[in-house]
Nanobody, 121 residues
Framework: QVQLVESGGGLVQPGGSLRLSCAAS????????MGWHRQAPGKQRELVAS???????NYADSVKGRFTISRDNAKNTVYLQMNNLKPEDTAVYYC???????????????WGQGTQVTVSS
């Protein structure tokens, strides 16, 4: 059993900052891809940022220069530092991770429960 638990969402004013965390727990052999997606009301879920096991990062154009993704492999945790937040960043943010539970099993994609980020004055 693997669980992803997110934290750090909330209400912030435009221009403010938030830091999201996502910790993976359970039977884990290795973690490949870790990423953050978001879904705003009436819109499709989109990939915001991702980081590979060797720390290669990728960002959506809309967040480049404002968001930073990082990971702590010892803690099986991924972070999303969000600066200069805008009202259009308002969404439910979901953590996603591709995990191998044992050396013999294939990788599986897991999702967190989501955390609400609201940017409003």
């Amino acid at each position: 059993q693997v669980q992803l638990v997110e934290s750090g969402g909330g209400l912030v004013q435009p221009g403010g900052s938030l830091r999201l965390s996502c910790a993976a727990s359970g039977s884990i052999f290795s973690i490949n891809f870790m990423g953050w997606h978001r879904q705003a009301p009436g819109k499709q879920r989109e990939l915001v940022a991702s980081i590979t096991s060797n720390s290669y990062t990728n960002y959506a154009d809309s967040v480049k220069g404002r968001f930073t993704i990082s990971r702590d492999n010892a803690k099986n945790t991924v972070y999303l530092q969000m600066n200069n937040l805008k009202p259009e960043d308002t969404a439910v943010y979901y953590c996603n991770s591709v995990i191998r539970r044992t050396i013999l099993t294939p990788t599986t994609s897991y999702w967190g429960q989501g955390t609400q980020v609201t940017v409003s004055s």
